[in-house]
């Protein structure tokens, strides 16, 4: 990754006047959950000084002192108070960042720089009610791959007072209004210094940019600015979820059916989790759902899987709500008949959502009666991992069947995401149509379809010796990332006015990609128990029939992060890269100008893998330079293969130009020079 020099590191939106329209701004996050929500990594700060800042950095023009931020201080402001405006605004911000692993913070009027403690991962957007002459906002850099951890950004409030006068007048003044437009440009910003460029992108079947977040200032009317609420487009979300993470690990929605005779009254699923905790942040509550909520007892002692220990937990379904069963008339509330078909599902958060490979493992799924007493028949419920990719780019997911019966997988498919479907759109309508949406209920198209082997068997299994079938849904190097764009100049979508400087340019040579497969997979398909006894409703007898459980999950991409580079003053450069986690290496030639790409060349590479790269190359120029990109530089050594001398550092910014010259190795023009950097992947 190349970075832009210091003094051009920033990313500004400009404002226009336009026709308003009326919205409603209102939390929408299902996700922000006390101590959930403070398991993520990334923390952004909305910040409203309550005197001018000078501490605040001032790394463009007019950002610092970042100025005061009070409602009598916008031009034209609207009925209510400083505290309430900053409330909607923070509805705003955490809403759009909501799936991701950012936390977005309360209003504080204390710069968080001056925090005794403060996060390590921090991007700070300081909202002022001052006005600028052309922009809303102005970020410290369009961050690539999010590789500085403490960012900066301005908000200059008082520009919607000027540039949406229009769209703020009359009954238009709101509080709701100004939130969504402010809240907008902080979500905007911040999204720079994650590692957001400008962009207008449609994907096939999305809603038009003008509702996105990260469009180019003069290309958003007023109108959409403070007339609704915006959100990331499918490639934004994309680099996003790959820049920082999501919070989606797994999610699960279920038809079932009670095949015993006897009514049930309780639902209860045992579940494995390597946490100490296991919580379900997110639960279908539809009108299909015989319950509200489940609770979670535990942990209760722990089990062996797969040689690793794990927790046992209870996760139980019984608090009644009305229903309607979409098989039987006359559903009773918190109760299922024999035969009747039901709905649950819920998504469990982990102690450490960071981490992907420890799957949440669901062993069984028993009915019980009001009493609280196990019924004789269970429905049937499979386990599944959160996926993995190997080293050879395949991107794999296994089922498993813990329970002593034999069962089957029939017609799965699956459907690779651009962003997590809600939890409510997993499941098909009485006419069998999908239809999914996020969490903003915004319609999503899926990337690409995966067809899956109509049918699998899945014999039968124990905790101790699972049962499990493969389902293959892709490989990075044949299929490629959704998103994947190698900046190569100053972006055409600018910022500034016609004639203006430039104040965003694209990072040149910068590389942004989504997850792989994409930044979350939903998979659908059928659990049969074939032949089973179970009762049978219009009969009034039980009967041996096919017992089916649609199963609808839904997992997170895996967030493989290109590392790449470029060779300055060196020629014929010969690079190897390998992923110390996996033992994979590759070789491969540097471009004519420089370049090279791990990925392109067949290296697998996660988040928090250990990298090491090795350029060996003739020297051409009396600086030859190596830039390195995707990759936290924690050692470099320069080698002069005619001398044998070494030097060895460790660069001050792992996007700096590693310069060999400079740290003490004497090399002269036409020597071999080799250069090695070892460091863990952004």
Request: hydrophobic share 40%; with cysteine.
């Given at each position: 990754?190349?970075?832009?020099?210091?003094?051009?590191?920033?990313?500004?939106?400009?404002?226009?006047?336009?026709?308003?329209?009326?919205?409603?701004?209102?939390?929408?996050?299902?996700?922000?959950?006390?101590?959930?929500?403070?398991?993520?990594?990334?923390?952004?700060?909305?910040?409203?000084?309550?005197?001018?800042?000078?501490?605040?950095?001032?790394?463009?023009?007019?950002?610092?002192?970042?100025?005061?931020?009070?409602?009598?201080?916008?031009?034209?402001?609207?009925?209510?108070?400083?505290?309430?405006?900053?409330?909607?605004?923070?509805?705003?911000?955490?809403?759009?960042?909501?799936?991701?692993?950012?936390?977005?913070?309360?209003?504080?009027?204390?710069?968080?720089?001056?925090?005794?403690?403060?996060?390590?991962?921090?991007?700070?957007?300081?909202?002022?009610?001052?006005?600028?002459?052309?922009?809303?906002?102005?970020?410290?850099?369009?961050?690539?791959?999010?590789?500085?951890?403490?960012?900066?950004?301005?908000?200059?409030?008082?520009?919607?007072?000027?540039?949406?006068?229009?769209?703020?007048?009359?009954?238009?003044?709101?509080?709701?209004?100004?939130?969504?437009?402010?809240?907008?440009?902080?979500?905007?910003?911040?999204?720079?210094?994650?590692g957001l460029s400008h962009s207008a992108v449609v994907h096939s079947g999305e809603d038009a940019y003008t509702h996105h977040i990260m469009p180019?200032?003069?290309?958003?009317?007023?109108?959409?600015?403070?007339?609704?609420?915006?959100?990331?487009?499918?490639?934004?979300?994309?680099?996003?979820?790959?820049?920082?993470?999501?919070?989606?690990?797994?999610?699960?929605?279920?038809?079932?059916?009670?095949?015993?005779?006897?009514?049930?009254?309780?639902?209860?699923?045992?579940?494995?989790?390597?946490?100490?905790?296991?919580?379900?942040?997110?639960?279908?509550?539809?009108?299909?759902?015989?319950?509200?909520?489940?609770?979670?007892?535990?942990?209760?002692?722990?089990?062996?899987?797969?040689?690793?220990?794990?927790?046992?937990?209870?996760?139980?379904?019984?608090?009644?709500?009305?229903?309607?069963?979409?098989?039987?008339?006359?559903?009773?509330?918190?109760?299922?008949?024999?035969?009747?078909?039901?709905?649950?599902?819920?998504?469990?958060?982990?102690?450490?959502?960071?981490?992907?490979?420890?799957?949440?493992?669901?062993?069984?799924?028993?009915?019980?009666?009001?009493?609280?007493?196990?019924?004789?028949?269970?429905?049937?419920?499979?386990?599944?991992?959160?996926?993995?990719?190997?080293?050879?780019?395949?991107?794999?997911?296994?089922?498993?069947?813990?329970?002593?019966?034999?069962?089957?997988?029939?017609?799965?498919?699956?459907?690779?995401?651009?962003?997590?479907?809600?939890?409510?759109?997993?499941?098909?309508?009485?006419?069998?149509?999908?239809?999914?949406?996020?969490?903003?209920?915004?319609?999503?198209?899926?990337?690409?379809?995966?067809?899956?082997?109509?049918?699998?068997?899945?014999?039968?299994?124990?905790?101790?010796?699972?049962?499990?079938?493969?389902?293959?849904?892709?490989?990075?190097?044949?299929?490629?990332?959704?998103?994947?764009?190698?900046?190569?100049?100053?972006?055409?979508?600018?910022?500034?006015?016609?004639?203006?400087?430039?104040?965003?340019?694209?990072?040149?040579?910068?590389?942004?990609?989504?997850?792989?497969?994409?930044?979350?997979?939903?998979?659908?398909?059928?659990?049969?128990?074939?032949?089973?006894?179970?009762?049978?409703?219009?009969?009034?007898?039980?009967?041996?029939?096919?017992?089916?459980?649609?199963?609808?999950?839904?997992?997170?991409?895996?967030?493989?992060?290109?590392?790449?580079?470029?060779?300055?003053?060196?020629?014929?450069?010969?690079?190897?890269?390998?992923?110390?986690?996996?033992?994979?290496?590759?070789?491969?030639?540097?471009?004519?100008?420089?370049?090279?790409?791990?990925?392109?060349?067949?290296?697998?590479?996660?988040?928090?893998?250990?990298?090491?790269?090795?350029?060996?190359?003739?020297?051409?120029?009396?600086?030859?330079?190596?830039?390195?990109?995707?990759?936290?530089?924690?050692?470099?050594?320069?080698?002069?293969?005619?001398?044998?001398?070494?030097?060895?550092?460790?660069?001050?910014?792992?996007?700096?130009?590693?310069?060999?010259?400079?740290?003490?190795?004497?090399?002269?023009?036409?020597?071999?020079?080799?250069?090695?950097?070892?460091?863990?992947?952004?």
């Amino acid at each position: 990754m190349t970075r832009l020099p210091a003094g051009l590191k920033l990313a500004a939106c400009l404002g226009t006047a336009l026709l308003a329209q009326t919205a409603q701004a209102a939390p929408t996050c299902y996700h922000n959950y006390g101590a959930i929500d403070a398991m993520k990594p990334n923390k952004l700060f909305l910040y409203y000084p309550t005197a001018n800042d000078a501490t605040f950095p001032a790394y463009y023009a007019n950002v610092s002192p970042a100025r005061t931020f009070d409602i009598a201080l916008l031009p034209g402001a609207p009925a209510g108070t400083t505290a309430q405006l900053r409330s909607r605004i923070y509805d705003v911000v955490a809403t759009d960042y909501c799936e991701f692993n950012v936390q977005v913070l309360p209003p504080t009027t204390t710069n968080p720089d001056s925090l005794a403690l403060p996060p390590a991962r921090r991007n700070m957007v300081a909202i002022g009610a001052d006005t600028n002459a052309s922009l809303y906002g102005v970020a410290e850099a369009v961050d690539t791959g999010d590789a500085d951890v403490i960012d900066h950004a301005r908000v200059f409030g008082g520009s919607y007072g000027v540039f949406c006068s229009a769209d703020l007048a009359g009954a238009n003044n709101t509080l709701d209004r100004w939130a969504m437009g402010i809240g907008g440009t902080a979500a905007h910003e911040a999204g720079h210094n994650y590692g957001l460029s400008h962009s207008a992108v449609v994907h096939s079947g999305e809603d038009a940019y003008t509702h996105h977040i990260m469009p180019a200032g003069p290309s958003m009317p007023c109108a959409n600015r403070v007339g609704e609420r915006r959100h990331f487009s499918d490639q934004d979300f994309g680099i996003l979820a790959n820049n920082v993470g999501l919070t989606l690990q797994s999610l699960a929605n279920w038809d079932f059916v009670n095949p015993n005779a006897a009514t049930a009254a309780r639902l209860r699923m045992e579940v494995l989790s390597r946490s100490a905790t296991l919580t379900p942040v997110s639960t279908y509550t539809g009108s299909r759902s015989p319950w509200n909520p489940p609770t979670v007892s535990g942990p209760s002692g722990t089990v062996m899987f797969k040689g690793l220990s794990y927790n046992r937990f209870f996760v139980t379904w019984q608090s009644a709500k009305t229903w309607a069963s979409p098989n039987q008339p006359g559903s009773l509330a918190g109760l299922v008949r024999g035969a009747e078909q039901f709905h649950v599902g819920t998504q469990f958060v982990q102690e450490d959502i960071l981490n992907t490979s420890d799957q949440v493992v669901i062993v069984d799924a028993t009915l019980l009666d009001a009493d609280g007493n196990a019924l004789a028949l269970h429905p049937r419920v499979p386990t599944f991992d959160t996926g993995t990719l190997a080293a050879d780019g395949s991107f794999t997911v296994n089922l498993g069947n813990l329970v002593a019966a034999n069962l089957v997988l029939r017609n799965w498919q699956a459907l690779v995401l651009p962003r997590p479907a809600h939890i409510d759109s997993l499941m098909r309508n009485r006419e069998g149509v999908l239809k999914l949406f996020d969490v903003q209920q915004e319609a999503i198209t899926p990337w690409r379809e995966v067809k899956l082997a109509e049918k699998a068997e899945l014999p039968a299994g124990s905790v101790e010796k699972p049962a499990e079938a493969s389902l293959l849904l892709g490989n990075l190097f044949k299929d490629g990332h959704n998103v994947r764009i190698k900046f190569s100049g100053a972006n055409a979508a600018r910022d500034a006015v016609v004639g203006a400087k430039e104040v965003n340019p694209d990072v040149k040579g910068a590389l942004a990609t989504d997850p792989f497969p994409g930044a979350s997979v939903f998979l659908e398909g059928e659990l049969v128990e074939p032949n089973a006894l179970q009762w049978n409703a219009e009969k009034k007898a039980y009967v041996n029939e096919d017992l089916v459980t649609r199963v609808f999950l839904q997992i997170a991409g895996k967030r493989a992060k290109p590392v790449d580079g470029a060779l300055s003053g060196l020629l014929r450069g010969k690079v190897v890269c390998a992923n110390l986690a996996t033992s994979r290496k590759i070789s491969l030639q540097a471009a004519d100008d420089g370049s090279f790409d791990c990925e392109k060349g067949g290296l697998v590479s996660l988040h928090g893998d250990r990298v090491e790269i090795s350029q060996v190359a003739l020297v051409s120029t009396k600086q030859p330079l190596v830039q390195i990109g995707g990759l936290e530089i924690a050692k470099v050594t320069c080698t002069n293969q005619e001398s044998g001398k070494s030097v060895s550092f460790k660069p001050e910014a792992s996007t700096d130009a590693l310069d060999c010259v400079k740290a003490g190795l004497e090399v002269g023009l036409q020597s071999t020079l080799q250069i090695t950097q070892i460091g863990t992947v952004h």
